[in-house]
């Protein structure tokens, strides 16, 4: 029963492959078939090779100047305190081991609304002109000439940063818009910032790329200027807390010590050549206040030394490498290379129709035979 039903099959099944087999020479006459066919339409495709070449030309001629300032830093994470110091900081619970920055985590926070808002609010001199960040922005990249910002609703016409008559709303919505041309977003395809780091060194860098040279300058700075700021100022954030509350207890007792010092000196210039008990008892026991104030006030400046090592070394240092500086060139337009991309494009799309369309005419006119 099984050899039967293998003896029907076999013949089915080297039918089918030999009728989907093609040769080499059969590959090759095709190919020929399709050069020949290429060849004799090579005006057009040269044509529409060099009209993409010229579009891509001009496209690459006529993009506006654009100038990039790059700015690269690096953060000091040999911090916290190690060693015999680290030791004698922890049994005053100031803690004693090293940490780690986490250089990424820079980078996003460069990035945050937060800090941007910080730079658009900045002031900077641009192009002769000294004003709001944000508004060289709007200025320099024609913001009032978006459909967004000509809606009545939005309340954006002629709006600039620092109008205080402006609504909440309007204040926003400018924002988010200058906001997502600087920092990016979805329908922001090149965003004027960007930062990276190397994972081998650690040095991270800030770049801004925009039609002016001088805003170019301008943000790059602000960022970096920003960005520290804020970062040493929430790395540092609880330690400088403890310190400031261990400098008013010491400050406190500082004074109470002093009150009670002047206290004994009128005491014994009231009583002076009075040899009563009563006399020497009150004596003796602002004398033993004065004792125990000095040795509270030891402990808590000691303390308070503590705490501002501890401060110290819990500071993350930010220092800047490469700092860009006027003046900077622009970023050259490559024309050669925008006409052989404009080319090669050109040509690839015009061989690609013309092989499209003689296999489907081929196809239709076997199905007509």
Known sequence: MRSNLNSKMEPQEKYYIQD??????ELILKLKEFWAYLWERKISIIAIALLMAIVFGLKAYLKPKEYQASLTFMVDE?????????????????????????????????????????????????????????????????????????????????????????TQKAKNIALKSVFGKVIGGKKTK??????????????????????????SLSLVKTFFDHLSEYYIEKSTEKAKSTFDILKQKTDSIYTVLGQKEYALA???????????????????????????????WGEALKNQEMANYALKEQTPFIQPIDVPFAPIAPIPNSLLKALVIGGFLGGFLAVGYFVFRKIIRDAMSEDVV
């Open 190 to 215: 090149n965003p004027l910032y960007s930062s990276s780091v190397d994972d081998d060194t650690g040095i991270m860098t800030l770049s801004v790329k925009s039609k002016s040279a001088d805003l």
């Open 78 to 166: 040999d911090t916290g305190g190690s060693g015999a110091i680290g030791g004698i900081l922890s049994q005053f619970g100031f803690g004693g081991g090293g940490s780690e920055y986490n250089l990424q985590k820079i980078l996003t926070l460069s990035k945050s609304m937060r800090i941007a808002k910080e730079v658009f609010l900045d002031t900077a001199d641009v192009d002769g002109k000294k004003d709001l960040l944000g508004n060289h922005i709007i200025d320099i990249y024609k913001f009032h000439e978006k459909k967004s910002w000509k809606k009545p609703e939005n309340g954006l016409d002629g709006f600039y940063f620092g109008d205080a008559s402006r």
């Open 20 to 25: 989907d087999e093609i040769t080499l020479k």
């Open 266 to 296: 009128r005491f014994k210039d009231k009583n002076r050549g009075t040899y009563l008990n009563k006399v020497k008892v009150q004596e003796q026991k602002l004398m033993t206040q004065i004792a125990a104030l000095r040795m509270a």
